[in-house]
């Protein structure tokens, strides 16, 4: 029988790209009119609204932002996150999620586009939001000459990859001319200096150049590229000395991907080796039965036993 999952507010377990995935295993209530609906457990995401008052247990979906984990702020009984950096009480850490969203969220039959060899830019870095991240106002400012031949956005200050898009509304969006014409992407993950030296938070950052075809040297917190080795992707110490990926002091780390940056042999982006590996990549991205199994191991699994005793 199907666990009756009432969705308070919009959440990942009723995102539109996931539902009929987790419609295998949940009744999914969306009926926010009626609070006295027959269901199992509730689901609400703080960033969306807040918990209404049940006696049923609550889902915290904190699998986003890395959320409100204030329990006095934000009732739960099984707390969601997208991070691994966390012990509250019953918290379920899900690392991959980014993953499987872009999986889902990308139809699986654009993820081969062809590579290209018509390259015109250096790298390719885009980039939302400055205010309050700084690691990505550090990068812009010592890349100083490298971003002239770069393809780049700053989103905020009206700076796009495509002049006159509106990209405000869409940060999924892509256009294969900007993988096609750059040898490599230079990742600015969503964290770098805001929670502890030991967290893991990747994002969709990074598996857009993994699904699209592309290298990439990645800022985000130490051992993110280990994580991605252990998933099953590969790296490309081909291309970067990534020892960075195991400094732990924020100026040495900035500076070693920088340097990387500044002196990467663009011959080697377009190499067979490259290739091969930016081919691996896509094909362990793209594995449906991986993402799959993933999804209930992480996702579907813990809610089961939490119910279930």
């Not at 309050?132 to 990859?161: C, I, W």
């Not at 252990?230 to 490309?236: H, K, L, P």
């Amino acid at each position: 029988m199907k666990i009756k999952v009432f969705c308070q507010t919009e959440c990942f377990l009723n995102d539109p790209f996931l539902t009929d995935y987790f419609e295998q295993y949940f009744e999914l209530i969306q009926d926010n009119e009626n609070f006295n609906l027959n269901y199992d457990i509730a689901c609400y995401n703080p960033l969306r609204g807040k918990a209404t008052n049940t006696d049923k247990p609550i889902i915290n979906d904190s699998i986003w932002e890395m959320g409100n984990m204030d329990k006095s702020m934000d009732p739960y009984d099984l707390l969601f996150i997208g991070g691994s950096n966390n012990e509250e009480p019953n918290s379920v850490k899900v690392p991959k999620w980014f993953w499987y969203h872009t999986y889902y969220y990308i139809n699986p039959k654009e993820l081969y586009n062809p590579y290209s060899y018509d390259k015109t830019h250096t790298f390719l870095m885009p980039i939302r939001i400055l205010g309050g991240f700084q690691h990505r106002n550090d990068v812009l400012e010592l890349l100083d000459t490298e971003k002239d031949n770069a393809l780049y956005s700053v989103v905020e200050q009206g700076k796009t990859l495509d002049p006159g898009e509106d990209m405000t509304s869409n940060d999924r969006h892509y256009n294969p001319d900007w993988y096609n014409k750059t040898h490599f992407s230079v990742v600015l993950e969503t964290y770098m200096t805001h929670l502890p030296q030991d967290t893991l938070f990747i994002t969709e950052k990074t598996y857009k150049p993994i699904c699209y075809g592309h290298a990439f040297i990645i800022m985000s917190y130490p051992g993110t590229l280990k994580a991605l080795r252990d998933w099953g992707f590969v790296t490309f110490d081909n291309l970067f000395d990534e020892s960075y990926d195991t400094e732990t002091d924020y100026n040495k780390r900035l500076l070693k991907i920088i340097d990387n940056i500044k002196n990467v042999d663009l011959r080697e982006c377009v190499s067979p080796e490259t290739i091969e590996r930016i081919h691996h990549n896509q094909a362990v991205f793209r594995n449906k039965a991986l993402v799959q199994q993933g999804l209930y191991n992480d996702v579907v699994k813990p809610i089961q036993e939490f119910l279930n005793g």
